[in-house]
């Protein structure tokens, strides 16, 4: 059965700092794409970022460059999301996706809630 877990949410102030995590099974990670999504509530769901395969290659999202971190360990099937400076527009709850070359399999977290709050 495939698996997508979430994890390292939480609740942090305005400039701190959070890594999510999101440990994948059930399927070759290794062949897969990865992203992390977003969603606020009232607004739909957009892409923070995503990682390739080998990880060569990384997009990110015009709001978070410069902030935010994409990295992967094909070794530990696992994906990572390193978050810095963060701002209450941060707020969201955020979603590990996986997806092959040719986007025939898609699979989603259940997200992980992230609050940047004073």
């Known amino acids: 059965q495939v698996q997508l877990v979430e994890s390292g949410g939480g609740l942090v102030q305005p400039g701190g700092s959070l890594r999510l995590s999101c440990a994948a099974s059930?399927?070759?990670?290794?062949?897969?794409?990865m992203s992390w999504y977003r969603q606020a509530p009232g607004k739909e769901r957009e892409l923070v970022a995503h990682i390739t395969r080998a990880g060569v290659s990384t997009n990110y999202s015009d709001s978070v460059k410069g902030r935010f971190t994409i990295s992967r360990d094909n070794a530990k099937s696992t994906v990572y999301l390193q978050m810095n400076s963060l701002k209450s527009e941060d707020t969201a709850m955020y979603y590990c996706n996986a997806a092959d070359s040719w986007g025939l399999r898609k699979y989603w977290g259940q997200g992980t809630q992230v609050t940047v709050s004073s």
């Open positions: 059930g399927f070759i990670f290794s062949n897969y794409v």
